[in-house]
């Protein structure tokens, strides 16, 4: 579907202005001269100011142009259940993450999708382990943020 950037940045627009006011609720960070909500805020002005250009361009060009369409890609059965795959595994993830973990449900969700795209089953299977392990790394180590570990919980460092 292809909905004109008018409505989409209408739609960024209300999620730039729900962010801003959430960001503000944040409780500040001891010792800081920010709190938690300063990065949240700042990307929620980013997203707002790009929003309205979004909108007006879209409002000039807009001329004999539908407000919504059935994008090209949608017409075409394997793209459209590549997608519907790609939405189904999110929901997949959300579901089972706390119960199954992040680094199986990572590494499933990519060799599924890498299959789907006919990617050979040896290289899938490595760049799926590679990414669910940096990635683990980066959210684990360097944010500390945790991610589900799930059947792993005993394993993990």
């Known amino acids: 579907m292809k909905v004109s950037d008018v409505i989409s940045g209408a739609l960024f627009l209300a999620l730039a202005a729900f962010v801003f006011v959430y960001a503000q609720t944040l ?3 001891p010792g800081q001269r920010y709190g938690a ?3 949240p805020t700042l ?9 309205l250009l979004m ?3 879209a409002w000039r060009r807009r001329a004999g142009t539908r407000w919504v369409a059935l994008a090209d890609w949608a017409r075409d059965g394997k793209t459209l259940g590549n997608f519907l795959l790609a939405l189904a595994l ?3 993830y959300v579901f089972f993450s706390e119960r199954i973990g992040f680094i199986p449900l990572s590494i499933a969700i990519l060799l599924i999708l890498f299959w789907r795209q006919g990617i050979r089953l040896g290289t899938g299977a490595a760049v799926a382990v590679v990414a669910t392990l940096a990635i683990q790394f980066a959210f684990s180590d360097m944010l500390r943020v945790p991610l589900p ?5 005993g394993y993990l460092w």
């Open 27 to 29: 409780p500040p960070m």
């Open 37 to 39: 909500g300063a990065f």
């Open 43 to 51: 990307i929620a002005l980013g997203l707002g100011g790009f929003s």
């Open 55 to 57: 909108i007006a361009q």
């Open 90 to 92: 999110i929901l997949v």
């Open 149 to 153: 570990r799930g059947l792993l919980a």
